[in-house]
């Protein structure tokens, strides 16, 4: 049993693997108390003075507890597939590279320390921008709406939900993403952007495959989990000072201080 189950894991393409894998692997053991989330946050003073320099990693993939995690997981791990299903997986890796190191430096204005939000809406905008002309998509499962509108109905839930802090912090990884496609595809040949084509070396690692041509296929369900309106900040931002976790249904969980 356990061959077949590495078996159907070894099929999931290799960055959307690699996202999915993440995720639970950061949040799993702080949501157990193994760890304490504290120890995985972005703190830029950690980073460069004592060089804990995983939180650069763990920060992108620390989720939300409760049902508000599989809503989370679903959805990175559907919008990453439907990227990588048309999109090579070095390129995919070394583009997203750069997107993740755009988002920590827009994110420091807002003082976020989480950024699991923040690279979802960066991956959803790439992949809506990517859809086939006409595309829809079901929001909640209740409101089909054109795919190119989606990173906005993304971006109006956080301000509903959350407040204009958290849609401020939300619109830095839609906004990374629209740079990123404008950087890269908006030509429609990403030829043209040396630095976007994957080195060797990635290529080595990553695993480079051959594509179907066109856009990828953004039909389907993108489904969006709420949260709560009091959080100090969601599950794609934090503060130094202390974490409220914006996306649990209920009462809600709250992780202390530093």
Same mark, same amino acid.
């Given at each position: 049993m356990a061959d077949s189950i590495l078996t159907e894991i070894r099929k999931i393409p290799p960055v959307t693997r690699f996202l999915t894998t993440s995720l639970l692997g950061v949040t799993i053991p702080y949501l157990l108390g193994?760890?304490?989330p504290y120890t995985l946050l972005y703190h830029r003073d950690s980073v460069l003075q004592k060089l804990q320099i995983w939180?650069?990693?763990?920060?992108?993939?620390?989720?939300?507890?409760?049902?508000?995690?599989?809503?989370?997981?679903a959805m990175l791990y559907q919008t990453s597939n439907q990227l990588e299903?048309?999109?090579?997986?070095?390129?995919?890796a070394w583009q997203l590279f750069f997107a993740?190191?755009?988002?920590?430096?827009?994110?420091h204005p807002l003082g976020a320390s989480i950024?699991?939000?923040?690279?979802?809406?960066?991956?959803t905008y790439i992949s809506s921008a990517r859809a086939p002309p006409g595309a829809q998509s079901s929001f909640f499962g209740l409101l089909t709406i054109p795919v190119v509108y989606v990173p906005y109905t993304m971006l109006?839930?956080?301000?509903?939900? $959350? +407040?204009?802090?958290?849609? @401020?912090?939300?619109v830095v990884g839609t906004v990374v993403g629209h740079l990123w496609w404008w950087r890269v595809w908006s030509a429609g040949d990403a030829?043209?952007?040396?630095?976007a084509r994957a080195p060797r070396w990635v290529k080595d690692l990553v695993g480079s495959r051959a594509v179907s041509g066109g856009n990828g296929s953004a039909s389907g369900v993108?489904?969006?989990?709420?949260?709560?309106? $009091? +959080?100090?900040?969601?599950? @794609?931002?934090?503060?130094s000072s202390g974490i409220s976790r914006g996306y649990n249904w209920g009462s809600g969980q709250r992780l202390g201080n530093n």
């Open positions: 193994i760890i304490s939180r650069l990693y763990t920060s992108f993939f620390i989720g939300s507890s409760g049902i508000n995690f599989i809503f989370e997981l299903a048309t999109f090579d997986s070095a390129d995919l993740c190191i755009a988002i920590n430096i827009a994110s950024f699991l939000r923040p690279l979802m809406h960066c991956l109006a839930v956080e301000f509903l939900m $959350g +407040g204009p802090a958290a849609a @401020g912090r939300a030829q043209g952007a040396a630095w993108h489904v969006y989990p709420p949260r709560t309106r $009091g +959080g100090a900040s969601g599950s @794609g931002t934090g503060s």
